[in-house]
């Protein structure tokens, strides 16, 4: 169930863990309040990192891409699936040992800065095999990871989406190409390195303490996204408190309707809401949820809520259909929900 915060979000947590795309910026165009709400947060002492799944753009790049917004970054704030499998791969494999690697410059670059040795053949005997994306991918590449995979060498993978946007379209992803070596090899990866796994958050965490001093408390952590079923599920995997903003693909419907692994513990029209005390969505009787002056109740096989304009209304809703949902009094697929069209504050 949704919960709420007795401070500010900026106040009650202390590092903030951000997804980038659809909730920071959009492409090339940043998101609608999102630089100056995260440069108000840090102004009021909380932490941020940024956690991609993207495995092929260096730290800097993107570092310097968000200085271009006005935001004050450096490189190692950027937690790239590179950074965490490069990491991943270092605790299981003896130093310097031979890694063969499919992916970009930056992939090789994090290995290396790990103290393995990148090669590209078979007939070098990898103990590992690391696999990431990247649009120059060949079959030979594939080939060469799917012959060492067979042959014993510990196979990890930098994340498993299946699809990645581009400029003309969906195009395959990451995790399409894993499965190409999947289907050879029979081999599953031995870890993911990208959300929906937690690891991603447990190295951020790790690395915003540069790893000397005690590192942030979990439950001073908070993992912000707009995905439910990569940033959500992640920090619902690691123990993570998780705000999902509706600034990118989660929408209303999904949230009505997530199941218990899928759902955030704040929702936010933006990231405005860091600098607010999220208000508790409580329950009146098993059939209605108040969250402060809005309602959402259910009336035969009907959700009917006090305003559709209204995240409070929203987060009502959401407590409402998750409680009946998990209590199997109604089948929440065939109820009529409120169609919510979240005005702009």
């Given at each position: 169930m949704?919960?709420?915060?007795?401070?500010?979000?900026?106040?009650?947590?202390?590092?903030?863990?951000?997804?980038?795309?659809?909730?920071?910026?959009?492409?090339?165009?940043?998101?609608?309040?999102?630089?100056?709400?995260?440069?108000?947060?840090?102004?009021?002492?909380?932490?941020?990192?940024?956690?991609?799944?993207n495995?092929?753009?260096?730290?800097?790049?993107?570092?310097?891409?968000?200085?271009?917004?006005?935001l004050?970054?450096?490189?190692?704030?950027?937690?790239?699936?590179?950074?965490?499998?490069?990491?991943?791969?270092?605790?299981?494999?003896?130093?310097?040992?031979?890694?063969?690697?499919?992916?970009?410059?930056?992939?090789?670059?994090?290995?290396?800065?790990?103290?393995?040795?990148v090669?590209?053949?078979?007939?070098d005997?990898?103990?590992?095999?690391?696999?990431?994306?990247?649009?120059?991918?060949?079959?030979?590449?594939?080939?060469n990871?799917?012959?060492?995979?067979?042959?014993?060498?510990?196979?990890?993978?930098?994340?498993?989406?299946?699809?990645?946007?581009?400029?003309?379209?969906?195009?395959?992803?990451?995790?399409?190409?894993?499965?190409?070596?999947?289907?050879?090899?029979?081999?599953?990866?031995?870890?993911?390195?990208?959300?929906?796994?937690?690891?991603?958050?447990?190295?951020?965490?790790?690395?915003?303490?540069?790893?000397?001093?005690?590192?942030?408390?979990?439950?001073?952590?908070?993992?912000?996204?707009?995905?439910?079923?990569?940033?959500?599920?992640?920090?619902?995997?690691?123990?993570?408190?998780?705000?999902?903003?509706?600034t990118?693909?989660?929408?209303?419907?999904?949230?009505?309707?997530?199941?218990p692994?899928?759902?955030?513990?704040?929702?936010?029209?933006?990231?405005?809401?860091?600098?607010?005390?999220?208000?508790?969505?409580?329950?009146?009787?098993?059939?209605?949820?108040?969250?402060?002056?809005?309602?959402?109740?259910?009336?035969?096989?009907?959700?009917?809520?006090?305003?559709?304009?209204?995240?409070?209304?929203?987060?009502?809703?959401?407590?409402?259909?998750?409680?009946?949902?998990?209590c199997?009094?109604?089948?929440?697929?065939?109820?009529?929900?409120?169609?919510f069209?979240?005005?702009?504050?």
């Open positions: 949704l919960k709420a915060t007795e401070q500010p979000i900026e106040v009650a947590y202390g590092l903030a863990l951000l997804d980038l795309d659809g909730v920071v910026y959009r492409g090339k165009n940043a998101v609608d309040h999102a630089f100056e709400s995260i440069s108000k947060a840090q102004s009021a002492g909380m932490s941020v990192e940024y956690t991609t799944n495995s092929s753009r260096y730290q800097h790049t993107v570092a310097e891409q968000l200085r271009g917004f006005g004050k970054v450096e490189p190692w704030q950027i937690i790239t699936s590179s950074v965490v499998a490069a990491r991943m791969v270092a605790r299981e494999v003896p130093e310097g040992a031979n890694v063969l690697m499919v992916g970009a410059g930056h992939l090789r670059q994090e290995l290396e800065r790990q103290g393995l040795k090669v590209e053949r078979v007939e005997n990898p103990v590992a095999v690391v696999q990431g994306w990247y649009p120059e991918v060949t079959w030979n590449e594939l080939a990871a799917s012959y060492a995979v067979e042959r014993g060498a510990k196979y990890f993978v930098t994340n498993r989406d299946l699809t990645i946007p581009r400029e003309l379209g969906i195009a395959p992803g990451s995790g399409s190409m894993i499965r190409a070596v999947i289907t050879a090899t029979g081999v599953e990866p031995v870890a993911s390195a990208g959300k929906p796994e937690s690891a991603m958050y447990d190295e951020a965490r790790l690395l915003a303490s540069h790893d000397g001093s005690t590192p942030v408390p979990k439950e001073r952590c908070l993992a912000i996204g707009d995905r439910l079923d990569t940033d959500i599920e992640a920090g619902n995997r690691g123990g993570y408190d998780s705000l999902v903003v509706l990118g693909v989660a929408d209303p419907k999904q949230l009505m309707l997530a199941e692994h899928l759902r955030p513990t704040y929702i936010s029209r933006d990231l405005r809401d860091l600098h607010e005390v999220m208000p508790e969505p409580k329950c009146v009787d098993q059939h209605r949820f108040v969250c402060e002056n809005a309602t959402a109740e259910l009336v035969d096989n009907e959700v009917k809520v006090s305003d559709t304009s209204d995240v409070n209304a929203l987060r009502a809703a959401c407590n409402l259909l998750w409680y009946l949902a998990d199997g009094e109604k089948s929440i697929a065939d109820l009529r929900l409120p169609d069209r979240l005005q702009e504050r």
